[in-house]
């Protein structure tokens, strides 16, 4: 088995890590020579790719890639995969493709529970091209008879990116907005996750999320209790100084079920909620 990946990040070298065993090579892309040379480090065949033009050697490593992951969003363009090397993603008939996509394609519902059958009513802008990035991948999925399955990820943290960083960096703050919830997750249950979807190659959206939408002032209190320390001063979400991006998540507030990928695949969470992930993150500190 032979996996390609576009966009070696966060959670998609998570994955690599999780199924590197089950394959025999391993290439993937980036859009530097600095992170080429950590990649090759990695055992990663390095490709540069940057979204606005066709990556060399990329059409003759996925003429015999098995695997194919895209953790790349989308542009103004479209999702920049389909539209520089679709024909090439096609041409090799891959056994799986995996689109690492986002939870904020269900826009906001109000705190209110949703699922992977709920209509997406995305609000930004970002959001609306993750809709149609997901839209076009699975029509690439009827049109060329290759297995995509969708995976929407929630708000994504793990060693080296998490509230303990926060304080370390001085940035922890508790804003808090009545009724608003965050779903999470934790990179290793990405890994996990996907890497149990992919042994079942059917075109299918799942939602990766944890088992407890909360508030993000919650998560801040017990980052600080479990540091030995006073949490920051609460904040109102009205009077916080953020930027557009930041006050924008806010404008979402939704409960992600992850049941489907319970139910289908039979996937138990390694984190099933941020305490017993922080207290994990805590023992390496």
Same mark, same amino acid.
């Given at each position: ?5 576009? =966009? ?149 943290? =793990? ?47 799942? *939602? ?64 099933? *909620? ?12």
């Amino acid at each position: 088995m032979r996996l390609f990946v576009f =966009g070696v990040g966060f959670s998609s070298k998570a994955f690599i890590e999780e199924t590197r065993d089950q394959f025999d090579w391993i290439g993937g892309t980036t859009r530097s020579v600095e992170k080429a040379e950590a990649l090759k480090a990695a055992g990663i065949e390095p490709f540069l790719f940057d979204g606005t033009t066709q990556g060399e050697g990329i059409a003759e490593a996925l003429a015999s890639a098995t695997h194919v992951l895209v953790s790349i969003g989308p542009n103004d363009a479209g999702d920049p995969v389909l539209n520089l090397h679709g024909e090439d993603v096609a041409a090799g008939r891959p056994e799986w493709i995996g689109y690492l996509s986002t939870v904020g394609v269900y826009g906001n519902h109000d705190g209110d529970w949703v699922n992977e059958d709920t209509p997406c009513k995305p609000v930004s802008k970002r959001s609306v091209q993750r809709v149609a990035a997901e839209n076009a991948w699975l029509e690439f999925a009827g049109s060329n008879d290759c297995p995509v399955q969708v995976f929407r990820l929630s708000g994504i943290y =793990g060693p080296g990116r998490n509230a303990f960083e926060n304080f370390r960096k001085g940035k922890a703050r508790r804003l808090v907005k009545a009724g608003q919830v965050f779903n999470r997750i934790h990179v290793s249950d990405i890994a996990g996750a996907v890497s149990l979807a992919m042994a079942n190659p059917v075109t299918r959206i799942y *939602n990766v999320t944890d088992d407890e939408p909360a508030p993000p002032q919650d998560v801040v209190t017990f980052a600080a209790e479990l540091l030995g320390i006073e949490p920051p001063p609460e904040i109102p979400f009205e009077t916080a100084d953020l930027t557009p991006m930041a006050r924008s998540f806010y404008g979402e507030n939704k409960r992600v079920s992850n049941q489907r990928i319970k139910d289908e695949l039979g996937y138990s969470f390694r984190f099933p *909620n941020y305490r017993v992930a922080l207290r994990d993150l805590h023992a390496y500190i």
